[in-house]
């Protein structure tokens, strides 16, 4: 099974404060990557796919990169409706992995 | 819109059984591959199963394999996870995808608590 480690696990931050959550992969898996973000008693969200490309609808806020093993989801200026858990998927092969979550939490 | 609608979650005993069912609506269902994913209380997300757009492939993890069985029915825009022999372990809220390269909707879940 591919093995996606995340971090930091959880970050304390400001509204306006730039923010970069890590993923990186036990081997690689191209760009079969996506973001999600979860706020409590909601169901998960997709922000990117394909590691990269952003969701219709998503604030462009929001970017991802990466390829291969290592992929970053950066929010360039975090608002108030940020506040949340964020989850990496990599879609490689079966079975489907997640990251741990990073939780976004208020300073 | 898409719509993605769980439900038939509850309290069962350890060893019993439950059959889950996903209603979708707003897209062509037969279309999309389908996948349950499961979160226990306070845990991050882990995938369960997926079922390719006729229902002719099936994939599982290993957690619920021989266990767990996933079908769906196109004329009725239904998907469905049936859990036999189930452990405390599979306490979780559990929740319907859609999608091949990666969900792209999911629904709100439908919450299963294994206790006796």
């Known amino acids: 099974d591919i093995q996606m480690t995340q971090s930091p696990s959880s970050l304390s931050a400001s509204v306006g404060d730039r923010v970069t959550i890590t993923c990186r992969a036990s081997?690689?898996?191209?760009?079969?990557l996506g973001w999600y973000q979860q706020k409590p008693g909601k169901a998960p969200k997709r922000l990117i796919y394909?590691?990269?490309s952003l969701q219709s609808g998503v604030p462009s806020s929001f970017s991802g990169s990466g390829s291969g093993t290592e992929f970053i989801l950066t929010i360039s200026s975090l608002q108030p409706e940020d506040f949340a858990t964020y989850y990496c998927?990599?879609?490689?092969?079966?079975?489907?992995?997640f990251g741990q979550g990073t939780k976004v939490e208020v300073k | 819109e898409v719509q993605l609608e769980e439900s038939g979650g509850g309290l069962v005993q350890p060893g019993g059984s439950l059959r889950l069912s996903c209603a979708a609506s707003?897209?062509?269902?037969?279309?999309?591959?389908m996948h349950w994913v499961r979160q226990a209380p306070g845990k991050g997300l882990v995938w369960v199963a997926r079922?390719?757009?006729?229902?002719?492939?099936?994939t599982y993890a290993d957690s619920v394999k021989g266990r767990f069985t996933v079908s769906r029915d196109n004329a009725k825009n239904t998907l469905y996870l049936q859990m036999n022999s189930l452990r405390a372990e599979d306490t979780a809220v559990y929740f319907c995808?859609?999608?091949?390269?990666?969900?792209?909707?999911w629904g709100e879940g439908t919450l299963v608590t294994v206790s006796s």
């Open positions: 995808a859609r999608g091949f390269v990666g969900p792209d909707y």
């Open positions: 707003g897209f062509t269902f037969s279309s999309f591959w």
């Open positions: 079922i390719d757009n006729d229902g002719r492939s099936t």
């Open positions: 081997q690689g898996i191209r760009n079969d």
């Open positions: 394909a590691a990269s």
């Open positions: 998927l990599q879609h490689n092969s079966y079975p489907w992995t």
